[in-house]
């Protein structure tokens, strides 16, 4: 799938999906107080290097490090930029 944007190196790109909108109480949250969402949708992956093959592929849903990789807005969309050692884990 290719939309514009090819990550260098080992980097990789993801969407992030949305956080909960309800505790488990049912209380509606502001967007203020949502946590920033932790999981992803990984829509493009670099070649990887020699050093680093390229563990994740297109499509796959990840686990990321809390503050990684550098968010960017492209097609009105917003994307993060980030390294393959920041995914900590697949989601099956």
Known sequence: MSFGI???????VIKKLEAEE???GGIILASTAKEKPQ????VAVGPGTKDEP????????VVFSKYAGTEIKYDGEEYTI?????ILATVE
């Open 6 to 12: 090819k990550p260098l190196g080992s980097r990789v």
């Open 22 to 24: 309800k505790t488990q």
């Open 39 to 42: 999981m992803a949708e990984v």
């Open 54 to 61: 390229m563990e994740v592929k297109a499509g796959d849903k």
């Open 82 to 86: 980030m390294s393959q050692a920041d």
